[in-house]
Every structure is written in C-alpha cells, then in structure tokens.
Nanobody, 124 residues
Framework: QVQLVESGGGLVQPGGSLRLSCAAS????????IAWFRQAPGKEREGVSC????????YTADSVKGRFTISRDNAKNTVYLQMNSLKPEDTAVYYC?????????????????WGQGTQVTVSS
C-alpha cells in the first residue's frame, strides 16, 4: 500500500528555518519523482518543488527559489524540503505527492498519491 507521511512542520519566526520530511512506504521512493505542494487558506494548492528521477523535469517555484531545497535519502526512503529564510507568505499546509512515475508535473491533478499534510506557520 502506497503511503506518504509528512512531518517537520511547526511555528517559526520570519527568517527562520524548518526541514520537512516525507517518508514513503509501500514503494521504493528513489525510483519515482516526488513533489512538494502547499495550500494557504483561501488559495489554490501550488507546486513548490519536485525532484525527478534523472530526466531533468524537477523544478522549484520562483517564489521559493534560493530559499528552499529539495533532496532525497534513498536509504531512508524519505524526501526532504529544507526551508530557509522563511516568510509569512510561506504559511500553508505542505503536502508531498507522487504520481508513481519518473517525471515531475506542476499540475496537482497529475498526482494520485498524497500525504496528509503538515502545517507550517511563519509568524512573529
């Protein structure tokens, strides 16, 4: 059974850092593209970053480029999102997702498997 579980969210002051984790079970994470999305209250879900499987389709949204870094640890079957220099506008529920394919997509409807989300709140 495919399962994704996010963790690492919380309350942080502007300028602070958090590292989100997305732990996978039921499949070998290293064989597939994994994406991070976020959804703020009253807004559409948006793609944040995606790590592909060596086909160059990975991406990072312009709004977080230079501040957020996606990485994977295949031995731990986990993908991370390191978030630095956090801003209040980064406040959202963050989700990881996979389409069980090797390519990354910006459109959330192309992903069939989602975690439950983890809340990130950036506030002083």
């Amino acid at each position: 059974q495919v399962q994704l579980v996010e963790s690492g969210g919380g309350l942080v002051q502007p300028g602070g850092s958090l590292r989100l984790s997305c732990a996978a079970s039921g499949f070998t994470l290293g064989h597939y593209a994994i994406a991070w999305f976020r959804q703020a209250p009253g807004k559409e879900r948006e793609g944040v970053s995606c790590i592909s499987v060596s086909d160059g389709s990975g991406y990072t949204a312009d709004s977080v480029k230079g501040r957020f870094t996606i990485s994977r640890d295949n031995a731990k079957n986990t993908v991370y999102l390191q978030m630095n220099s956090l801003k209040p506008e980064d406040t959202a529920v963050y989700y990881c997702a996979t389409a069980l394919g090797t390519r990354c997509f910006w459109w959330d409807r192309q992903y069939g498997y989602w975690g439950q989300g983890t809340q990130v709140t950036v506030s002083s």
